[in-house]
Nanobody, 123 residues
């Protein structure tokens, strides 16, 4: 019953910017953490950035200083502001969330993935 929907991807020239959004909906007790991963053709899905419910952030070395992750807890939404984009940033970007849900009266933790949004950076 939990769904993550990404938006904001597109085509941009090197040096440009994009802002990705991911909104969580459904049966949610609390969102413990959210993050962004990307996957290029023929490669493994890799961590880009994460943010906890308390606001602690973590970034891949390749995006530090260029990308900023933020959240709006009231909207159950996480954002990824991507600046100074490079061709190597080209990938499908997936939203990830660790969500607490009530299951038969118990609070349990689950991981969810969005369907992805394409980011293409031209040289």
């Amino acid at each position: 019953q939990v769904q993550l929907v990404e938006s904001g991807g597109g085509l941009v020239q090197a040096g440009g910017s994009l802002r990705l959004s991911c909104a969580a909906s459904g049966s949610i007790f609390s969102i413990n953490a959210m993050g962004w991963y990307h996957q290029a053709p023929g490669k493994q899905r890799e961590l880009v950035a994460t943010i906890t419910g308390s606001g602690s952030t973590n970034y891949a070395d390749s995006v530090k200083g260029r990308f900023t992750i933020s959240r709006d807890n009231a909207k159950n939404t996480v954002y990824l502001q991507m600046n100074s984009l490079k061709p190597e940033d080209t990938a499908v970007y997936y939203c990830n969330a660790i969500i607490s849900r009530t299951t038969m009266g118990r609070v349990l933790e689950y991981m969810y993935w969005g369907q992805g949004t394409q980011v293409t950076v031209s040289s």
